[in-house]
């Protein structure tokens, strides 16, 4: 496959899952023919400093790609502007991205699949991003394609181009006139309970999320995110083996895909299958929430 998209890694002090990400990355056989860029942040504190040494000096041994270009942070950034500075330099580079955080899991095809929805979906104005994740949903058995489409952008393991990127407005300038629309807020909120809340606490400065204002943007857009029927990705932070997440039960819960199948049946044109959509929607709902805080309330 030729003109591959560059990857890029965002990461801090959490070496364990690095390493497990880095290794599944390698075994995706497009990996030595990709450009692979690290955004390694410097600590918020002496507490952090050995654990982000310990990452950097592991960056350092790192092969297995066509090209790796490292940048070590001198002072603490944080995650959200890491992202969008580091996505905006590469993607205008490279006119299109694969973005990654350092808990994540691949599939042996997900390079591979990413890779090819970016090609297919190019140019499609009404296809803002690619995910390579997805949660355990049921679907018809005569379902004919590999992936489904929602308005709502995943932070875990994704694709963009680079006239989609450049065209969010970070500071969400009309937030004052979104927030007074009662009809706004709902319709934001129809592809998850979670989304006004989260955009309110993002204005107010109470969190620093650059998904939040990807996600708001794309409403405005009324654009797709086009998900892969079965999960190139799994987060380490949330699976069996979780080490930043004492919860035994997770709405994130999702099966790998274990093929190495690099063939995909993707349709022309944005299908909407309202199914899917609606289990989709059910994973984000304050219903589904509540019954994950019973589930590890009763078990903790």
């Avoid at 030595?32 to 690290?38: A, G, N, T």
């Avoid at 205008?92 to 899991?105: A, F, W």
């Avoid at 006139?177 to 129809?190: L, Q």
């Avoid at 099966?255 to 044109?269: A, Q, R, S, V």
Wanted: proline share 2%.
């Amino acid at each position: 496959m030729n003109n591959l998209a560059p990857i890029v890694y965002f990461t801090y002090n959490r070496l364990d899952t690095l390493q497990r990400s880095v290794k599944s990355l390698q075994a995706n056989d497009l990996s030595k023919d990709s450009v692979l860029y690290i955004y390694s942040d410097a600590p918020k504190s002496e507490r952090d400093f050995d654990a982000v040494q310990r990452v950097r000096t592991f960056l350092k041994d790192i092969s297995g790609f066509k090209d790796i270009i490292i940048f070590e942070a001198s002072t603490n950034k944080g995650l959200a502007k890491s992202i969008i500075e580091g996505v905006t330099h590469v993607i205008n580079k490279h006119g299109k991205i694969i973005v990654l955080e350092d808990d994540l899991l691949l599939a042996p095809n997900f390079l591979s699949f990413m890779n090819k929805s970016l090609i297919k979906y190019i140019d499609n104005p009404k296809v803002f991003s690619i995910s390579g994740f997805m949660f355990d949903i049921k679907h018809k058995k005569d379902y004919p394609y590999d992936v489904f489409f929602t308005k709502r952008h995943c932070s875990w393991g994704w694709a963009m181009w680079k006239d989609r990127w450049n065209e969010i407005d970070w500071e969400v300038k009309d937030f004052a006139e979104f927030i007074k629309d009662t009809s706004k807020r709902k319709a934001f909120n129809d592809i998850g309970a979670d989304l006004t809340y989260s955009l309110i606490k993002q204005q107010k400065g109470k969190i620093n999320s650059w998904a939040i204002r990807c996600n708001y943007h794309q409403f405005k857009k009324q654009t797709f995110t086009v998900y892969p029927l079965i999960s190139k990705i799994d987060n380490l932070g949330f699976g069996n083996d979780a080490t930043h997440t004492k919860q035994r039960f997770n709405k994130y819960k999702t099966t790998i895909d274990t093929k190495k199948t690099e063939d995909f049946i993707f349709p022309n044109e944005v299908v909407i299958d309202n199914t899917l959509i609606n289990r989709f929607k059910m994973k984000y709902s304050n219903l589904n929430r509540l019954y994950y805080i019973i589930l590890n309330t009763i078990f903790k």
